[in-house]
């Protein structure tokens, strides 16, 4: 008996637990409309300032000797480390690619970020101007891709998403005061019994 009745006890009662959310409906409205109206005020009020995103393809050349065959005029991820540290670009090579660097660099000015991304690829093919003299059989390093700059900067809060994220976790921190609220009264009625 005393077993059935500890089971009673920790049953939950949805008709109750409705009833108490139905009870403090104005504060949970109340709660909630003002959090995600201070988000939304909060993200329409923040305005970055744009950054944009430029990048070009580069196809790294070779040269064509009888002793070694056919060999790139640079080591890729040895090129990258080098245009890295000389620009304000990162370069990397694509996974599984020896002969193909991208260039890409992020700034506020898309006309600066072409600027730069030029000044990379001009230092390369300078660089491999270079390493072509000796050599009668080749083919020279050149972009695959035209340098282009995204027309949308990269950097867009996302003021819907921060609003419905708000909304949510007000309703759920909203519910729970309720709960807490109702719990420590409950405290406070059984302290007054005892």
Do not use: C
């Not at 403090?24 to 988000?39: E, N, R």
């Not at 430029?54 to 009888?66: D, F, K, P, R, W």
């Not at 809060?157 to 609220?181: G, H, M, Q």
């Amino acid at each position: 008996m005393e077993h059935r009745r500890h089971i009673q006890e920790d049953e939950v009662d949805l008709k109750a637990v409705f009833e108490m959310l139905w009870r403090h409906k104005v504060f949970i409205v109340l709660f909630t409309a003002a959090v995600t109206i201070a988000a939304a005020l909060y993200a329409w009020s923040k305005n970055p300032p744009p950054v944009y995103k430029g990048s070009v393809l580069v196809e790294i050349g070779e040269i064509y000797g009888e002793q070694f065959g056919a060999r790139a005029l640079d080591n890729a991820d040895d090129l990258a480390v080098i245009v890295e540290k000389k620009f304000p670009i990162s370069a990397e090579s694509p996974k599984g690619s020896r002969s193909l660097l991208t260039l890409s660099a992020m700034g506020r000015e898309p006309e600066r970020i072409k600027s730069v991304l030029q000044s990379g690829m001009d230092f390369i093919l300078e660089r491999h101007e270079g390493k072509l003299r000796g050599f009668q059989i080749f083919s020279m390093t050149k972009p695959v891709t035209e340098i282009s700059v995204s027309d949308k900067p990269i950097n867009t809060p996302k003021r819907k998403l921060i609003v419905e994220v708000a909304f949510a976790a007000a309703l759920a921190v909203a519910i729970f005061l309720v709960f807490l609220k109702e719990f420590a009264l409950s405290m406070r009625k059984e302290n007054y019994e005892n």
